[in-house]
C-alpha cells in the first residue's frame, strides 16, 4: 500500500515539483512579473496574475504565470503547455480548458459552461459548482475533484490522492480506469453513470470506500477493485452491479 501511495504521489505531484524548480531557477526580476488582462494570444513568456474580462477569449500557450489566472464571465480560457503557480477560478465563464499544464494551486470553477482538464497535473483541488460540463481525462490531482450540482461529470483515466465525488450531477457521467487513494462517491445524481461496468469504461481502482446514495437514474457498477468498503442505499432503480473487488463488506443495495 505504501509504495503504491508513493508512485501515486510522484505521478501526481511531478508537474508541481517541476514548477517549484523552474521558480528557484528564475531571475529575480521574473518574480516581480507583470499582471496582464488578456484578450487574445501569449505565447512562451513570463507574466504575473492574469485576468480573462467578461467575453473575452484568452490563449496561454507555453506561458508561465507566476500569479492566479482569474476568467471572467462569458471568457474563454485555453491553456497548452502553461505552468501556473498559484490557481485558476472561473465564476459564470464559457470554457475553461487545459492541455498539458501544470496548476500549482487549486482550479474552481462555478456556473461555467465547460471544464476540460486533458494530461494536466493539479496541486489542489479541482471543484466545480453549478451547471457546468466537466471533463476530466489523464489527469493527476493531489487533492480532490469534486462536482456539486453539475450538469455532466466524467472522470477517466486519472490519479487522484484525495476523493471523487459526484454530487447531484443532473445528466450524470462516467467514472472510468481512474486510481483513486481516497473515496468515490456518487450522489443525488439524475442521470445515468457508468462506475466501471464496460468495454468502454474500465473499473476503477479506490483505497477508500466507494458510496452510491440516493440516484435516481441508471447506475453500473462493475470491474472496480475496492480496498475498503462498497455501499450503495436509496438508489431508484437499484444499481446494476456486477462482478468487483471488494476488500472490506459489500451493504445495502450492492450486496
Do not use: W
Amino acid at each position: 500500500m505504501r509504495s503504491k501511495r508513493i508512485i501515486a504521489g510522484s505521478v501526481v505531484t511531478a508537474g508541481v515539483a517541476g514548477a517549484a524548480a523552474l521558480a528557484m531557477a528564475l531571475p529575480a526580476q521574473a518574480h516581480g512579473a507583470r499582471s496582464v488582462t488578456c484578450d487574445g494570444t501569449i505565447g512562451a513568456q513570463t507574466v504575473g496574475d492574469v485576468v480573462v474580462a467578461d467575453n473575452a477569449g484568452c490563449v496561454l500557450a507555453g506561458t508561465t504565470v507566476r500569479g492566479t489566472i482569474t476568467v471572467g464571465a462569458g471568457a474563454a480560457l485555453d491553456l497548452s503547455d502553461v505552468t501556473v503557480f498559484n490557481g485558476v477560478t472561473a465564476a459564470s465563464s464559457g470554457r475553461v480548458a487545459a492541455v498539458n499544464s501544470v496548476v500549482v494551486g487549486s482550479v474552481t470553477s462555478t456556473n461555467s459552461g465547460q471544464l476540460q482538464l486533458t494530461n494536466t497535473a493539479v496541486g489542489g483541488d479541482v471543484a466545480v459548482s453549478g451547471e457546468t460540463n466537466v471533463t476530466a481525462v489523464g489527469v493527476a490531482v493531489a487533492g480532490d475533484v469534486t462536482g456539486t450540482a453539475v450538469n455532466r461529470f466524467d472522470v477517466s483515466s486519472s490519479y487522484v490522492l484525495g476523493s471523487v465525488v459526484a454530487n447531484e450531477a443532473f445528466s450524470g457521467g462516467n467514472l472510468c480506469g481512474n486510481r483513486v487513494y481516497g473515496d468515490t462517491k456518487v450522489v443525488g445524481s439524475g442521470g445515468a453513470i457508468l462506475l466501471g461496468g464496460s468495454a468502454s469504461c474500465a473499473g476503477n481502482q479506490v483505497f477508500g470506500n466507494v458510496v452510491v446514495d440516493n440516484n435516481v437514474a441508471f447506475i453500473a457498477i462493475a470491474g472496480n477493485t475496492v480496498k475498503r468498503n462498497l455501499s450503495c442505499t436509496g438508489n431508484d432503480p437499484a444499481p446494476e452491479v456486477g462482478t468487483n473487488t471488494v476488500k472490506g463488506t459489500k451493504s445495502g443495495q450492492c450486496v
